[in-house]
């Protein structure tokens, strides 16, 4: 590790097969806590390159534990988190009206880091059992038409280095390596990220796959569609900036997104959403990036007409529905 640090600290950049080799041995216990956290501060200090991201990813998909979806179409949406906002879980929502409007959606996600309450979190809270057995998930895709993966039980590797991120307490880039680690690999995703940089990265990333995808920021900082202000928006085929008139919804005030302080505000914003009984802005933010998902797909249609389907399914109670099959 001494060398390698030196090299980083050298200005000099990894090459994705030496960023993939690296973060291996990180799993394989070849290095102590001091030298993974020192190794881990320096993609706080300088920008991650294409291709140390590339190598990452394709080491935690290596070690992961695979998902096959058997042939099912589906989706995730899911942000990077770190973007320090500690808005309410805004894509965790937005999953079950995806999944009330008919889509199939299989959500990858884990506990908070630099934020209090992820989607794990909220989940767990509501009664999620967390659960790696295939027929058990391919059991919830059916019946409720969405499952979780819960990181930690599809990651073993990453136990190695979980320790050292609560220590730390803030971003590295294994928020930047979630989204792109979804065991199951879905033909459709929206990503979230914090900055624009990181939603370049990902869109040279994620084009070298044939598949559709989104990756959304907003200009503001939010890692998802915020409303706040505009966004960008990049696909396979280019880029757009959206504000909240594209979606036909007001533009909100930031206080609307806060998620609370604990675990137990979280879920209570979160049941308020699905049974009708959030605030307006908090309504609209879940629309908004339902919404852009479906759009995501790529099917052709409007992105208001897009809003207007993930409203149908908030407003006829099919996304409450839908949490209930599940947890069911």
């Known amino acids: 590790m001494k060398q390698i640090l030196h090299q980083l600290f050298e200005h000099q950049t990894l090459s994705r097969t030496e960023a993939r080799d690296i973060l291996l041995r990180i799993a394989g216990d070849d290095y102590n806590d001091s030298e993974i956290a020192s190794f881990l501060t320096v993609f706080r200090m300088r920008p991650i390159s294409v291709e140390e991201l590339q190598g990452f990813q394709e080491a935690l998909l290596q070690l992961s534990n695979p998902f096959d979806l058997q042939g099912v ?65 391919h059991g919830q895709l059916e019946k409720a038409g969405i499952c979780f993966l819960h990181a930690p039980l ?43 940089e990181l939603a370049r990265l990902y869109q040279y990333v994620l084009q070298a796959r044939d598949k559709q995808f989104g ?18 928006f990049r696909t396979k085929n280019g880029d757009s900036l959206l504000d909240a008139a594209d979606f036909g919804l007001p533009k909100i005030e930031a206080e609307a997104l806060h998620g609370g302080n604990t675990v137990e505000e979280a ?23 339902a919404g852009l998902a479906i759009y995501s797909m790529g099917a052709g249609k409007s992105l208001i007409d897009c809003v207007e389907e993930a409203r149908e399914s908030l407003d006829s109670g099919k996304a409450l529905k839908t949490l209930k099959k599940l947890l069911a």
């Not at 906002?85 to 880091?113: D, E, P, Q, R």
């Not at 609560?166 to 792109?180: D, E, I, Q």
């Not at 990756?215 to 960008?232: H, I, K, M, R, W």
Request: hydrophobic fraction near 40%; aromatic fraction near 10%.
């Open 267 to 289: 879920k209570a914003i979160f049941t308020r959403v699905l049974d009708g009984s959030a605030t307006d802005a908090q309504k609209s933010v879940i629309l908004a990036n």
């Open 154 to 196: 599809f990651h073993p590797a990453m136990k190695r280095v979980a320790p050292v991120r609560r220590a730390l307490g803030v971003k590295t880039f294994f928020n930047m390596l979630g989204p792109l680690v979804n065991p199951a690999q879905p033909d459709y995703q929206l990503f979230g990220v914090y900055s624009p």
């Open 215 to 232: 990756v959304v920021y907003a200009l503001d900082g939010y890692d998802e569609v915020s409303l706040t202000g505009p966004a960008q």
């Open 73 to 137: 179409t589906a989706i995730d949406v899911v942000g990077t988190g770190g973007d320090g906002k500690n808005t309410f879980n805004i894509s965790t929502i937005s999953c079950f009206v995806l999944a009330g409007a008919g889509y199939i959606v299989c959500k990858h996600g884990n506990y908070g880091v630099s934020s209090g309450c992820g989607s794990s979190n909220v989940l767990e809270a509501l009664g999620y059992e967390f659960s790696a057995d295939s027929a058990i998930l």
